[in-house]
């Protein structure tokens, strides 16, 4: 699975991660089909520092930043933090695992800006993040 994003947000930090192993072979835009998965984090997390040789893999890095949305930026923005999901498609809103229980929006991710190292969500597509707070649980989805 290809590391893609860590979020703190109010029930930790969710790490996301979807499969990249074959693109397009692998049922990554379905939250409980396994080939993604977002775990939530709880405590302090500590940096690993980078590798003094040898490929990490991360072609580009962009930080998500809180920005209110009705102030311009020169940032380009590639994604938000809770609200409401601006869905390109029906309503997907998985269940949690662990009780059932239809989970909350959390995070929209976008694509990237540069095709060599963005995000593969079927070309123009969106990622979406969901959390169950009282199980501590997070789902990732995404949708084209």
């Known amino acids: 699975m290809l590391f893609l ?16 192993s074959d693109p ?9 089909g396994g080939a993604n998965h977002a775990y939530v984090f709880t405590g302090e997390l500590t940096p690993v520092a980078v590798p003094a040789k040898g490929e990490t893999l991360l072609g580009a ?17 590639l994604g938000r933090l809770g609200g409401a999901p601006d869905g390109l498609q029906d309503d997907e809103t998985p269940d949690c695992p662990r009780c059932a229980a239809r989970m909350a929006f959390t995070a929209e991710l976008e ?8 995000a593969n969500f079927g070309g123009g597509g969106r990622g979406y993040v969901f959390s169950c ?11 084209r």
């Open 133 to 143: 707070t009282p199980c501590r649980q997070a789902s990732f989805l995404w949708q």
């Open 61 to 77: 890095v962009t930080a998500l930043r809180c920005h209110p949305a009705d102030s311009p930026s020169e940032e380009p923005v």
């Open 5 to 20: 994003a860590h979020l703190p947000v109010d029930i930790g930090v969710v790490a996301v991660f979807f499969c990249q």
């Open 111 to 118: 694509e990237g800006h540069d095709f060599a190292t963005s």
């Open 24 to 32: 397009g072979m692998c049922d990554d835009w379905d939250a409980t």
